[in-house]
């Protein structure tokens, strides 16, 4: 009845997206309202989970080096932002029987698919030739690709290159969301499968796969469309909650940015990258607030050495403890009850 | 042959294109060195590397200017900026290695670039901390002049510098490795790390060596650098950096030749881009993408890099 036990749990997670999405509302939910700041916060941490589980399928369980997500994350984002500007309103006025919210959806979840295909197209592309590379080369190249994809799309005018491209908000906490727990429902089941054992089996020992029958090619372009698809839904809902985009954001920082996640929490686990990209998000915040420190006539802004301190955790982790927070553990596994033959 | 007065026009700017792309080619050949060595020994791609030719600049900057060159222009003030500066970034340079990447050397490849993504983010948010992130301007050292080759070509006095010095260095760096006991020691931790320890190598006391040399290299890049453009800024490193790496894979990693020639083959590539890419179809905007469009084809064609040897595999 396992899957009775999927569906429940998605539901009360739905209902939960839901009464966290109304309360950020103006209106607030009960009267219990969430002010923007932090509704923003948590948009951020739903976004950077589906870029850590996608990134995840690819580096963490399919072993392969990709050091360029921003770059299918950026096709996503510049593809829907394309078309919702330009046949957005179309299409919603063409709905508007059905109610504005319902016509936006649609709008939105259209634009979903288009950065979802795009992106994906893109992901193929850029595998088919770079997946005969291993290790280093490949994280050279998808590198490589992912900074030519900003600087092509930096020179393109109609979506306004240098100057940035206002996009309509058509992303709430509601659809990031729903968007979040379907990235890693999808994953986790891709990694369960038969399928996900080939991928396993990839990381553990390519040629020893390969001994076995797999087709380990074949596998490896999959598990890099699969990720770079949703790198791209992620994108599209980056674009549609911001508003704005602008390739800055897209720089290979913000690709180094989701391996920081992954690695923190634990290559390889589901949990790990959700808690990777919490920590991520949350961090480089929670350091804003701290206290200025008077030594003598000087103030030690501690605030402004954030990123500073931010870089020094990451080494520092490193160092301590490599394998990240879980490891390839995830956190059930420490729920589960210990006993019975070993 | 004689040529009418606008071919010689278009030949003297691509004389020109070709003398500005080889002086940027010249810095990117200097810091690729210090990637493709650390990388032939620690198989590591030292991210940070990039931001110590940023340091290797603020460094010149501080000295230069608290020793007073920067008002009076002489060779000597060039030459102790230079030396000092290469100096701070070797101690930097070795120091990264001791506490940041010796501790994760015997984890997995991924903690170790990680460690050197950390690596490189501490010391760019660090220098925008301390210095802030507007640019300034470096002192010129030497008084710069022009003068005309043949026809409308020119070259300044800080190219010529660029020339000279990044040529010294490559000759100083060939002798270390080919004709010292510790150049000797460095290839034998290259070619296998283990069997260089048992044949009583201080393994420790090369690497550390390697990276003081790496970091030397590129922070001469930085004072070159900053004599033929003088912004200089914390983030000036990693679009730098990444293509001064890029050339090291181009020329194939690892190897010292290979840097030099994928250096000078990225800088000239960059220019002509510049220069002749409206004919072509390509404008001039995507200068930045033409070298990742180079490194693509070549891993893609022949993926040990121009000068590399293939390794294969073993079960």
Known sequence: MNWVKSIGISIILIALIYVINSAMSSAGFFGFGIDDYYSRLLVFIAINIILATSLNLINGFTGQFSIGHAGFMAVGAYSSAYFTVNYGKAIESSLAFGGETIASGIVLLIAILIGLIFSAIAGLLVGIPSLRLKGDYLAIVTLGFAEIIRIVILNIDSVGGATGYQVGGYANFFWVGILAVITIVIIHNIVKSDAGRALVSIREDELAAEAMGVNTTRYKVISFVIGSGFAGVAGVLFAHYNRFLSTNDFQFIKSFEIIIMIVIGGMGSMTGAILGAIIVTLLPEMLRYLPDIQIGATTFKFADLRLVIFALILILTMILRPQGILGTKEITDFFKRKGGLR | ?315
């Open chain 2, 1 to 315: 042959m004689t040529l009418d007065s606008g071919q010689q026009e278009k030949m003297d700017t691509f004389i020109q294109q070709i003398i500005n792309g080889l002086t940027i080619g010249s810095i990117y050949a200097l810091i690729a060195l210090g990637y493709t060595m650390v990388y032939g020994i620690l198989r590591l791609i030292n991210f940070a590397h990039g931001d110590i030719y940023m340091v290797g600049a603020y460094a010149g900057f501080m000295l230069a200017t608290a020793l007073g060159f920067a008002v009076n222009p002489s060779v000597f003030g060039f030459i102790v900026t230079l030396l000092g500066s290469m100096t701070i970034a070797a101690a930097i340079g070795m120091a990264i290695e001791r506490f940041a990447y010796r501790p994760v050397r015997k984890y997995s490849k991924m903690t170790t670039l990680i460690t050197a993504i950390g690596m490189s983010l501490l010391i760019e948010y660090l220098f925008v901390f301390i210095f802030s992130g507007t640019p300034r301007s470096f002192p010129q050292l030497l008084p710069n002049e022009n003068y005309t080759l043949f026809g409308n070509a020119t070259i300044s006095t800080s190219q010529i510098l660029i020339f000279v010095v990044s040529l010294l260095l490559m000759i100083f760096l060939q002798w270390i490795v080919y004709q010292t006991k510790i150049g000797k020691a460095m290839r034998a931790v290259s070619y296998n790390i283990n069997s260089a320890k048992l044949m009583g190598i201080n393994t420790d006391f090369v690497i550390a060596f390697t990276f003081a040399l790496g970091s030397a290299l590129a922070a001469a890049g930085g004072v070159l650098t900053a004599q033929y453009n003088p912004k200089i800024e914390p983030l000036m490193g990693i679009i730098t950096g990444l293509k001064a790496f890029v050339a090291a894979v181009l020329g194939g990693i690892g190897n010292i030749p290979g840097a030099v020639l994928g250096g000078l083959l990225i800088g000239a590539a960059e220019t002509l881009v510049v220069g002749y890419g409206s004919y072509i179809g390509v404008p001039s905007t995507y200068r930045d993408a033409v070298a990742f469009a180079i490194l693509i084809l070549v891993l893609l064609i022949r993926p040990a890099g121009l000068l590399g040897t293939n390794i294969q595999e073993k079960v």
